[in-house]
């Protein structure tokens, strides 16, 4: 088990389309059980291979109460979408924002599971939301692509800001620069 550090928007490799995994082998058991491990540790409800640098479609998710309903989702498909739903979504690549996004309400989905055995259902709700979050960072897509171009040069100048603060203060504790630069 280990924590995998996990991306943060602008870093572009957050916009790398994910690449079908091929075999369900213990290089993915293993990433799949990291990955559960760095979503309740982060604490999330979801987390897509993207966000931890695997560029493989691969995703976790739990939107249980009591954070004990593990599900992993390998190359999802979306065979149909129905309705739509306003969810104020956030996301472990851009702390600290959140806003509401536009999703469909129902989704009916295919994939394989943790053991690669296929599986198809339906998904509603904040379920059907979430899959359809970690989908996009699959395809190089963040929630933050969907906001009007006002809000999204806020969002820009917030990070920013917080990117040039957290330099300053490392310089300030260092005497050097020790923070990467975005
Ligand atoms: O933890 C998360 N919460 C969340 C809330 C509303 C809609 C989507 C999400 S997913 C997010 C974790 C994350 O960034 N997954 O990619
Ligand atoms: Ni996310």
Known sequence: MALLPILEYPDPRLRIRAELVVEVDETISTLVSDMLETMYEAPGIGLAAT?????????????????????????????????????EEGCLSVPGF??????????????????????????????????????????????????????????????????KQSKADAVRETGRLTAPVI
Do not use: T, W
Not at 154 to 160: A, D
């Open 98 to 163: 959140s806003e509401e996004i536009q999703r469909a309400e129902r989704i009916s989905v295919e994939a394989l599971d943790e053991k690669g055995s296929p599986r198809k259902f339906e998904a509603e709700g904040l379920f059907a939301v979430c899959i359809q979050h970690e989908m996009d960072h699959l395809e190089g897509k963040l929630f933050v692509d969907y906001l009007s171009e006002l809000k999204r040069q806020r969002l820009k100048k917030k990070i920013m800001k917080q990117s």
């Open 51 to 87: 966000q931890v640098n695997i560029h493989k479609r691969l995703l976790v998710l739990d939107i249980s109460e009591k954070r004990n309903e593990p599900c992993c989702l390998i190359n999802p498909k979306i065979l149909s979408r129905e309705g739509q739903i306003g969810y």
